[in-house]
């Protein structure tokens, strides 16, 4: 009970605004549960019991069982408010839910304003389910994080034989439309396969490893989903298939030359999936924005074992400091190869059009030869057909002869029109002597390799050959920058002296064109001096790779400060962090034996409590962790302490993007 004098307290006499700031402080996991108990106190007061806004009460939705789902139903059955506009921030930690179905028309129904979703998918969530709720497209929605737990305890092949595969959801996602949806960070992530399990009271041997379901089939999806417009509205991009090489679906090459891919994007997680040494330079190559890069778990890095791996080790922490830092003389030979290839397909088309404009002509003229001849012989053939023609023996020259006479090419002549309007475009096509292309300056700030078992003083060695690696790689690039300006010098006076010794007119169009990567996706087609200056060809060339044109001037002062933090050793270094910030096995959430129990809480215990810690109330958890127990203290590391962890590092970054906490 609430003493009266208390209820004097200034304490109640703010105002609602002020309450509204102080709720926005409060995490929210804990808004609800604050505001509830606040209104609690104001409703016993005599003074204003409105002071408090319910919207708090339903801003932020964190469901964790399926009696927690039934409670929110009849709580906004029983309220006067219009409840559908109120949540901003929705998540399912459950992983198994009595009706499904129950779920996806509360969702359905309060999507209108959410601006952040996260939901559990357990292995009684069908991809049909998962559908229903993506069908529609959610304009607000600004973050989607979906976890998939299919894990089994017992071999069971139903969900392999009946085809669960969640591809459709990306499917559904890619469609999308860009101008009215506000999707910015996207998370798709299955959780690893859970360890062999014990049977340790009823005496059998360890049963071994369980193939577990798959969640992705068609990876081809995941390339339909980068390219896509909201796809390239994309920022933040987790996503976390076990043991999967996804990197050949996400730098696929692109049916479509001008289409982009994730233009974006700024934080890349693909912990868990399997990659190699050159994957790093291979993501950066094709995604030249991403300033962070977490790789946990990836195989890129396997601690050392014996003396014969150090020196692999060695070599491969060289070559990923060596890639971050070069990544864009790669873009620029990326480019120049590109170039070659516009250049190249120009010329064909040059060729084909006077090939087709000869062939043209020549029929033009043996169509006005044959009408000469026809005219000219036309008295003679009326003086010979009074006679009777005499048919001589032997086969005759007409079944001899074709029966059509055949056409020089499949396709049809052009047309006088269309031959001039093609010159034209020809003529108009008119290319650089040279182009010299800039390499871009290194974007990346952090870069996460975690893996286990390895001591501190390992992972500080590891970080000194990363840093040492990525300081002559910028020495690398500081060469190859002037390298190119000494190029295209030579080029522009190459083009100088041939325009006085010939004395001709030389077009502006012909110059040499010094070009520098505009990782602001700012394109060049909005720039109508360009735009009048090239041909089309060139534009589609120059927007592909986010060219533009720059001057030496211009290039020096933007080197200028890399070379003096190279010099004053206070260089930039991309924050390298060794330590994992994901989990190596998984576990199973719901066990088909067992469907009465909560396996919630099963799944956050099973390897923290032994059976005589467990309360009372949970004895039949005790029960179920007598029989299984998982056999996963070898390297199962959870996530790491934020002060473990180097400060700043992607994991930080990686954090603040999915922790609900933080929407």
Same mark, same amino acid.
């Given at each position: 009970?609430?003493?009266?004098?208390?209820?004097?307290?200034?304490?109640?006499?703010?105002?609602?605004?002020?309450?509204?700031?102080?709720?926005?402080?409060?995490?929210?996991?804990?808004?609800?549960?604050?505001?509830?108990?606040?209104?609690?106190?104001?409703?016993?007061?005599?003074?204003?019991? *409105? #002071?408090? +806004?319910? %919207? /708090?009460? @339903?801003?932020?939705?964190?469901? $964790?069982?399926?009696?927690?789902?039934?409670? &929110?139903?009849? *709580? #906004?059955? +029983?309220? %006067? /408010?219009? @409840?559908?506009?109120?949540?901003? $921030?929705?998540?399912?930690?459950?992983?198994? &839910?009595?009706?499904?179905?129950?779920?996806? %028309?509360?969702?359905?129904?309060?999507?209108?304003?959410?601006?952040?979703?996260?939901?559990?998918?357990?292995?009684?969530?069908?991809?049909?389910?998962?559908?229903?709720?993506?069908?529609?497209?959610?304009?607000?929605?600004?973050?989607?994080?979906?976890?998939?737990?299919?894990?089994?305890?017992?071999?069971?092949?139903?969900?392999?034989?009946?085809?669960?595969?969640?591809?459709?959801?990306?499917?559904?996602?890619?469609?999308?439309?860009?101008?009215?949806?506000?999707?910015?960070?996207?998370?798709?992530?299955?959780?690893?396969?859970?360890?062999?399990?014990?049977?340790?009271?009823?005496?059998?041997?360890?049963?071994?490893?369980?193939?577990?379901?798959?969640?992705?089939?068609?990876?081809?999806?995941?390339?339909?989903?980068?390219?896509?417009?909201?796809?390239?509205?994309?920022?933040?991009?987790?996503?976390?298939?076990?043991?999967?090489?996804?990197?050949?679906?996400?730098?696929?090459?692109?049916?479509?030359?001008?289409?982009?891919?994730?233009?974006?994007?700024?934080?890349?997680?693909?912990?868990?999936?399997?990659?190699?040494?050159?994957?790093?330079?291979?993501?950066?190559?094709?995604?030249?924005?991403?300033?962070?890069?977490?790789?946990?778990?990836?195989?890129?890095?396997?601690?050392?074992?014996?003396?014969?791996?150090?020196?692999?080790?060695?070599?491969?922490?060289?070559?990923?400091?060596?890639?971050?830092?070069?990544?864009?003389?790669?873009?620029?030979?990326?480019?120049?190869?590109?170039?070659?290839?516009?250049?190249?397909?120009?010329?064909?088309?040059?060729?084909?059009?006077?090939?087709?404009?000869?062939?043209?002509?020549?029929?033009?003229?043996?169509?006005?030869?044959?009408n000469a001849l026809s005219s000219g012989s036309s008295s003679g053939l009326n003086s010979r057909r009074n006679h009777t023609r005499v048919k001589k023996p032997g086969r005759s020259a007409f079944a001899s002869g074709p029966m059509k006479q055949a056409r020089l090419t499949s396709e049809p002549f052009p047309s006088v029109s269309q031959l001039t309007k093609t010159s034209i475009e020809i003529q108009e096509t008119i290319l650089p002597t040279k182009i010299v292309i800039i390499p871009s300056k290194p974007k990346l700030k952090t870069l996460s390799v975690g893996t286990s078992k390895v001591t501190q003083e390992v992972r500080n060695q590891w970080k000194e050959w990363f840093e040492e690696s990525y300081r002559d790689g910028i020495e690398k690039y500081i060469k190859n920058v002037y390298e190119k300006i000494y190029e295209f010098e030579r080029n522009l006076e190459l083009w100088n002296s041939k325009k006085n010794k010939e004395e001709e007119e030389n077009e502006e169009r012909t110059k040499p064109l010094l070009l520098k990567f505009d990782d602001e996706d700012q394109s060049i087609d909005s720039n109508e001096t360009e735009k009048s200056r090239f041909s089309q060809p060139i534009l589609e060339f120059l927007n592909q790779f986010n060219l533009r044109i720059t001057s030496i001037e211009e290039i020096l002062k933007d080197l200028q400060p890399i070379e003096i933090r190279l010099d004053t050793q206070t260089l930039n270094i991309p924050i390298f962090c060794s330590i994992p910030d994901c989990k190596r096995l998984g576990k199973v959430v719901w066990d088909t034996d067992r469907r009465e129990i909560d396996l919630i809480r099963i799944g956050q215990q099973l390897t923290k409590l032994k059976i005589e810690e467990c309360v009372v109330e949970d004895q039949e958890v005790g029960k179920v962790m007598d029989v299984q127990d998982h056999d996963d203290d070898d390297d199962d590391e959870l996530e790491k302490e934020d002060g473990e962890h180097l400060v700043g590092c992607g994991h930080f970054i990686n954090r603040r993007i999915w922790d609900s906490e933080y929407w």
């Open positions: 009970m609430i003493m009266k004098s208390s209820l004097s307290h200034p304490l109640f006499k703010f105002p609602t605004e002020l309450w509204d700031l102080i709720l926005s402080f409060i995490p929210n996991s804990l808004k609800s549960f604050t505001t509830h108990s606040l209104l609690i106190i104001f409703y016993q007061s005599e003074q204003q019991q *409105s #002071i408090i +806004s319910n %919207n /708090h009460l @339903f801003h932020s939705i964190n469901l $964790t069982s399926h009696s927690q789902l039934k409670t &929110l139903i009849n *709580s #906004i059955q +029983s309220t %006067n /408010h219009d @409840f559908k506009t109120l949540p901003r $921030t929705f998540s399912l930690k459950a992983w198994k &839910l009595k009706d499904n179905h129950l779920f996806i %028309n509360l969702l359905n129904q309060i999507s209108k304003n959410l601006r952040a979703i996260e939901l559990n998918i357990g292995p009684l969530f069908g991809p049909d389910q998962l559908e229903e709720v993506f069908e529609n497209e959610k304009s607000n929605l600004k973050v989607l994080s979906l976890r998939f737990n299919q894990n089994v305890s017992k071999r069971s092949y139903e969900p392999f034989l009946k085809g669960a595969y969640f591809d459709s959801t990306i499917d559904l996602i890619s469609k999308w439309s860009a101008k009215s949806s506000s999707l910015r960070s996207f998370s798709f992530i299955q959780d690893p396969a859970p360890p062999p399990i014990k049977k340790k009271k009823m005496g059998e041997i360890d049963e071994g490893g369980i193939a577990q379901p798959i969640i992705l089939f068609r990876f081809e999806t995941l390339k339909t989903f980068t390219s896509s417009s909201i796809g390239n509205r994309i920022e933040d991009l987790r996503i976390r298939i076990p043991n999967r090489n996804l990197l050949p679906s996400l730098t696929q090459k692109l049916n479509n030359p001008s289409s982009k891919r994730l233009s974006r994007l700024k934080t890349l997680d693909l912990s868990t999936t399997s990659l190699n040494h050159q994957s790093v330079l291979t993501i950066l190559r094709n995604y030249p924005s991403i300033e962070h890069l977490i790789l946990d778990r990836t195989h890129l890095i396997v601690p050392v074992r014996f003396d014969a791996d150090q020196e692999r080790v060695t070599e491969t922490l060289k070559n990923i400091g060596m890639s971050v830092a070069t990544v864009g003389i790669s873009r620029a030979l990326d480019a120049n190869r590109a170039w070659r290839e516009v250049v190249e397909k120009i010329q064909v088309q040059r060729n084909l059009i006077l090939m087709q404009h000869d062939r043209n002509r020549d029929q033009l003229r043996d169509s006005s030869h044959g």
